[in-house]
């Protein structure tokens, strides 16, 4: 009897059997589903698409075209302009401060541009930059939001649970922000992001390390406990000083934990739409993977082995396994831990490779959402056995924003 996984195989090779690997799809129905249960887990608060983790223009509007899903969620400014331009939203949060001057110019030159998008902050250094760009005088008052310290930092701060980000981390510095910006000419605070990390972005069921989940699960509560006193504590400094319009709060992994926190007012997600890997460690809720990669079998190096060409499509971060691209169907290959999945070639084994013969395909699904986009021009959207569209990535639209 076939598998779930034998189906789905299946159903993308017939799908794709007109194409030459390598090449990069996305299954409609999970992405689709994917979405709806983004969505549900919000519990009514709108859903912001983090476009670092689709980097398609296409889907960014199919997604936004959903209902429960408003605005959309940059990575650099440059790509929040193009966004704009491009009819994809006109609400754009980017997520990262910049230091971008033309395209700071480009913002403060375009006031329904500038009513557009909405700039993140965390230091006054970034204001100082913005107004050597363009003085105040000369533009209209530029939004932005201010980036609120979400990591825990227990016993007195000697400890550092997440990542590194914002120097913003106590609601009396939050509020000395928000005076700051309110006293400063051509500026408007309209929000407050804090982006849980630790919780939204850390599996807390990794495979084969038990004792590592109970931890990481453990660090996640207490995290969960401290931040829903602080961000309000935070929010309510801030208020003192501004009209805030959102505040922003979790990724993929935190949907619904973040949702239930009063003070926040809508949610960030993206790679869930996409299903990569790093979303298997979870326990809360596992998205459908719905992105996938293809490469060709070229050579059968030995008993055991099948070998396809490239495949070391590698994700950021740290350089371990998880950041690997896993060779998903047909089920039952793996890497072989002396190559990994190479630049050139990536040689598998497992029981399946037994089976592969020269030209056969391979699928992979990535470790990340986004940084798939990075490797290629075009994504081939399958609906049921059959490509529907191919429509351009970023890359495949010449921009390479990071």
């Known amino acids: 009897m076939a598998t779930d996984s034998d189906k789905l195989r299946d159903r993308l090779e017939r799908a794709t059997a007109h194409l030459d690997p390598p090449y990069a799809v996305v299954d409609l129905a999970a992405f689709d589903a994917n979405a709806d249960a983004l969505v549900n887990r919000a519990a009514g608060k709108p859903v912001r698409v983090a476009s670092k983790s689709v980097r398609v223009r296409d889907l960014l509007t199919r997604v936004l075209d959903r209902p429960g899903w408003h605005g959309v969620m940059a990575f650099t400014l440059p790509e929040a302009v193009w966004l704009v331009r491009a009819g994809v939203s006109d609400d754009v ?69 997440g990542v590194r980000r914002s120097p913003v981390h106590s609601p009396r510095a939050a509020g000395a922000f928000a005076a700051a910006v309110a006293g400063r000419p051509g500026f408007r605070l309209v929000g407050l992001m804090s982006y849980e990390a630790q919780i939204a972005g850390l599996g807390d069921a990794p495979p084969g390390q038990a004792v590592l989940g109970t931890a990481i699960r453990v660090a996640q509560r207490g995290s969960y406990r401290e931040l829903l006193a602080r961000r309000a504590a935070a929010v309510a400094a801030v208020r003192e000083h501004a ?52 490469c060709a079998v070229v050579r059968r190096p030995g008993p055991g082995l099948a070998t396809v060409l490239g495949g070391g499509w590698i994700a950021s971060g740290p350089a371990a396994d998880s950041r690997l691209p896993r060779p998903w169907l047909p089920a039952g290959l793996k890497l072989l831990g002396a190559e990994g999945a190479g630049e050139v070639q990536t040689p598998l084994t497992g029981a399946a490779a037994t089976r592969l013969r020269v030209g056969d395909r391979v699928w992979f699904r990535h470790a990340k959402a986004g940084e798939l986009c990075e490797r290629v021009n075009e994504m081939h959207l399958v609906d049921g056995d059959t490509v529907v569209a191919t429509v351009p990535t970023y890359r495949g639209e010449g921009h390479a924003f990071l």
């Not at 980017?94 to 030159?109: F, Q, S």
């Open 93 to 161: 949060l980017v997520a990262y401060p910049t230091a971008n001057r033309n395209a700071l110019a480009e913002l403060a030159a375009d006031p329904a541009l500038a009513d557009a998008v909405t700039l993140m902050v965390d230091d006054p250094a970034q204001l100082d930059l913005v107004d050597q760009v363009c003085p105040p005088g000369r533009r209209p008052p530029l939004r932005v939001c201010l980036d609120l310290d979400a990591s825990w930092r227990p016993m007195g701060g000697r400890m550092h649970v």
């Open 243 to 294: 009209d805030l319009e959102f505040v922003n709060g979790g990724g993929t992994g935190s949907v619904a934990a973040t949702s239930a926190d009063p003070a926040v007012t809508e949610i960030t997600a993206g790679s869930g739409l996409y299903g990569p890997t790093l979303f298997d460690a979870y326990r809360a809720w596992r998205p459908t993977p719905a992105a996938f990669f293809a």
